[in-house]
T-cell receptor, first 112, second 108 residues
């Protein structure tokens, strides 16, 4: 089944403890991206990647890192999480947009 | 900077009625997407509109795109309760920018 898989689905962590949210797609898509969704602020892009080893900042990159060492994986790294990074996170992939974007199931992150 | 605006943001309607959600965007683009999101769930792709004049229909939903007016509409025909959800439009390139979402509630 064609899909974007995110893990974990839910995560509660403490301020400053490094964490990684994984994202993997099995559709051979070139484009992958991360979004966060917050009440009243909608969906905002964090980082995106046009292909392997090519990443760029979205609208809200502060406090996040990404890497794209292989086509299928695009992990989101929070080196020192803070409570303002509590949010619902989505990973998405696309064959450069022509067929739209496929979203993962989401990761609900709480930083206390 | 690309901005995408939806209206209305909240819509409560009766079953059986028709209504339209509007999506305006600020810069030239030939690609527009509609998504549905149920509470606590991911985004489900509804329509991909790739050219001026594109019209797509699925069940009681129909979406259209006017690139000259920078406007897309999502029309709901004879609404049913199962269509209650939040609907987003989004535009690219170079990056995907979302509208604020329209929370649709359909009452029996």
């Amino acid at each position: 089944e064609a899909q974007v898989t995110q893990n974990p689905r839910y995560l509660i962590t403490v301020t400053g403890k490094k964490l990684t949210v994984t994202c993997s797609q099995n559709m051979n898509h070139e484009y992958m991206s991360w979004y966060r969704q917050d009440p009243g602020l909608g969906l905002r892009q964090i980082y995106y990647s046009m292909n392997v080893e090519v990443t760029d900042k979205g609208d809200v990159p502060e406090g996040y890192k990404v890497s794209r060492k292989e086509k299928r994986n695009f992990p989101l790294i929070l080196e020192s999480p803070s409570p303002n990074q509590t949010s619902l996170y989505f990973c998405a992939s696309s064959p450069q947009g022509a067929d739209g974007y496929t979203f993962g199931s989401g990761t609900r992150l709480t930083v206390v | 900077e690309l901005k995408v605006e939806q209206n209305p943001l909240f819509l409560s309607m009766q079953e059986g009625k028709n209504y339209t959600i509007y999506c305006n965007y600020s810069t030239t683009s030939d690609r527009l997407y509609w998504y549905r999101q149920d509470p606590g769930k991911s985004l489900e792709s509804l329509f991909v509109l790739l050219s001026n004049g594109a019209v797509k229909q699925e069940g009681r939903l129909m979406a259209s795109l006017d690139t000259k007016a920078r406007l897309s509409t999502l029309h709901i025909t004879a609404a049913v309760h199962d269509l209650s959800a939040t609907y987003f439009c989004a535009v690219d390139p170079p990056k995907l920018v979302f509208g604020q979402g329209t929370r649709l509630t359909i009452n029996p």
